[in-house]
């Protein structure tokens, strides 16, 4: 991660490359036009030269000898800036990241004062820090031939602003900080290839947040075995890697307070099983077990915040492959809560494995809620594209609630029904796992509601937001995006209740 400074918004003190804004007419902004008077009008007349206009993104590069520590100048339009929300500054900081990753800078002086609009100068800066970080980060460990022009070269970020916020953004840059190197966690563990990331991988990164006071404890096949959470078990029972449940529990308010429970789809590589995918969409299955790197990610991030309230996450992490042992379709399995399940399609497997943990939470735990996280179906992508994810929620005060933080965050959901007309029939068992051409999000919804029962219960089909390839993205960076980590956060520190 780089550094973030913070100081007086003064032209004599942008280091590196100053970075400036302007109005939808490419008129500098106050502090900005601070810097343009120190060098005499160089960066207006510089901008009037070419076709800068100051659209919302837009973006000009000026070169020239500037007074003071200045190497360069790089004008960012705003457009209406006055109007810009907090999801619209995020959006902007992830291309200013690109950008200044891009041109090669190690040094960025952002100069920001007033906006007298509807987003408040710190709020903006917290939310363009937060950007400018999703889009500098790279995932190139596995590149060896990199020269160094290549490399990463970005070190430090200024926050040149009024003084009167420099106290109160000293906290937010911190608490931030602790969020963005969790969500940097979620995201590496998506992009890594299943031959690394695999389930005894994942408790490894869950060892590892003991240290921030989590309670991790994890049960290996044995032990799944014997409490009767066969779903999960059938999922991963053709890999020569076995399967885990890991439990983080954290616990930043009293005793007293309720517990929540995250639940994370962590299926490490699927094939599909004996409904083999086809090629074109086997690739990128390394990202169907986003729904557990969220929700490791999020409980780093509640510890590093130190966030008052207690959660428990849970990860079913499995591989789903093929083998003589692999489960088939036809197969009648009877799960932890006790209900059998006709296997309609292997390939629709995570809901097995999130049946079995949703049951077994809340037995075991008995949380005041529920949610769950899984890159569950395809049909949620047909139905809403990468903008949104898809909620599915029994409880109206959480819809609420997540709805907010998701835009508030820029990670927006969209409700879906859940009406049980949409499940999946079958003649010989209780439920069937099939999927369905029409609706086929809420067909796997359905069937989650019956394990979570009468608890109060959302799931979030994140399928379409977890990892960036085909479709546009609600959070527009390389690879996977780490989505859901900000955005339970918000939730849990602001709406929870």
Known sequence: MFKTNLGRAQATTAKGTAV??????ARLL?????????????????????RFQGSMKEMELVHGEFEGPTKQVLAVGLGKFKTLGRREWFLLGISLGKKLDQIGTREASVMLG??????????????????????????????TEQKPHQQAKFRTLNILTLQRYIGDLRDQVELAEATLESVDM??????????IANPLYMVERAEELKELGIKVTVLDEKQLEKLGMNLML??????????????????????????????????????????????????????DMGGAA????????????????????????VMNMIDGDGFLPDDVITGYKGLTVEIGNTDAEGRLVLADAIAYTIDKYKPKQVIDLATLTGAVMVAIGGQYAGMFSTNEATAKG????????????????????????????????DGSPYGGASTAAVFLKKFADKTPWTHLDIAGVTFNEKIPSAV????????????????FEKHAK
């Open 114 to 143: 007033d906006l007298n609009g509807k987003t408040s100068t710190p709020e903006a800066a917290i939310a363009l820090i937060e950007g400018v970080h999703m889009g500098m980060y790279r995932f190139d460990r596995f590149k």
């Open 20 to 25: 400036v804004f302007t109005d939808d007419k």
């Open 186 to 195: 979620t995201r590496e563990m998506v992009n890594l290839p299943p031959n």
């Open 402 to 433: 997540l709805d907010a933080a998701g835009k508030e965050t820029g990670e927006r959901l969209w409700r879906l029904p859940i009406d049980d007309a949409y499940a999946a029939k079958t003649d010989i068992a209780d439920l069937n796992n």
């Open 30 to 50: 106050e502090e900005s036009a601070q810097l343009d008077e120190l060098n005499n009008g160089a960066i207006a007349n510089a901008l009037k030269l070419g």
């Open 294 to 317: 969220v929700t490791m990610g999020l409980m780093k991030s509640l510890a590093k915040r130190g966030s008052k309230v207690n959660v428990v996450g849970v990860c079913g992490c």
């Open 476 to 491: 527009p960076v390389p690879g996977a995006s780490g989505f859901g980590v900000r955005l339970l956060t918000e939730y």
């Open 234 to 287: 059938a999922v991963g029972r053709a890999s020569k890697v076995p399967p885990r449940l890991i439990v983080m529990e954290y616990n930043g308010a009293a005793k007293s307070d309720p517990k929540h429970a995250v639940i994370g789809k962590g299926v490490m590589f699927d094939t599909g099983g004996y409904n083999l995918k086809p090629s074109r969409a086997i690739n990128t299955m390394k990202c």
